[in-house]
């Protein structure tokens, strides 16, 4: 089931001139089920009891295949983050750390060929280079959790009545962050669309209800 829910995402995301790029090479779908079978042969019991899942991936593709990929990497990659995430989720495993998926190139594969390298790292920090640029050019950096809100504690604490206490919150997700509405009052925007929640890439802008722009920034 979260494999053909993968399935279904990246035939929105891979059309038009990116599904002629990928009628040759390894398929995405195909990277997808390496990536699980990945999950699924490191999973291990830590010290407590709690079955874990490896949190570092690293894709491995051909020099052709990670060229063919280099112009959609980061739809790729937050893809294959949610189907780690899913199927971790519902087969009752949780990750060490957070979770950190990489593309690599790797010239002694042929083409159509990929491996998944799968490691447990406690030192993952997939969103330490990320940042929300205020429209007073003053940089928020953002750690593996923050929230946007009115209320005092926020990680960025807007002062807008339509604004809700606990409007938003920002997570982990792929190389970058996930940001989730909390159920706000007047909604929140990415790039003038209203969501629930959206994998962010860099330069998104962010407008928690008909507050100021935020600009969601990453190395």
């Known amino acids: ?12 995301l891979v059309e038009g001139a990116f599904a002629r790029a990928f009628r040759s090479g390894i398929q ?18 830590d010290v407590n009891g709690t079955n874990v899942s490896p949190n570092h991936l690293t894709v491995a593709l051909s020099p052709d295949d990670h060229t063919r990929y280099a112009s959609m990497r980061d ?14 989720r519902d087969h009752g495993r949780t ?24 490691k447990f790292d406690e030192t993952t920090t997939a969103s330490s280079r990320a940042w929300l640029e205020l429209p007073d050019g003053q940089r928020v950096i953002l750690g593996d959790h923050a929230v946007l809100g009115r209320l005092p504690e926020s990680t960025v604490v807007i002062n807008d009545a339509s604004v809700s206490r606990r409007h938003a919150e920002l997570h982990p997700y792929g190389d970058g962050h996930l940001l989730i509405d909390r159920g706000s009052t007047n909604g929140t925007m990415v790039n003038g669309r209203a969501i629930d929640e959206c994998g962010l890439v860099d330069g998104d802008e962010i407008v928690c209800g008909h507050s100021i722009s935020l600009i969601y920034r990453r190395n």
């Open 75 to 88: 739809g790729i990659i937050a893809e294959l983050s949610q189907l780690a995430r899913s199927h971790t």
């Open 28 to 45: 995405p779908v195909e990277i997808g089920r390496r990536l699980v079978r990945a999950l699924d042969d490191g999973s291990a019991l």
């Open 95 to 118: 990750f060490v750390a957070p979770l950190l998926i990489e593309l690599a190139d790797d010239p002694t594969l042929n083409v159509g060929m990929c491996r998944v390298d799968a």
């Open 1 to 12: 089931m979260v494999i053909r829910s993968f399935e279904q995402r990246l035939e929105r």
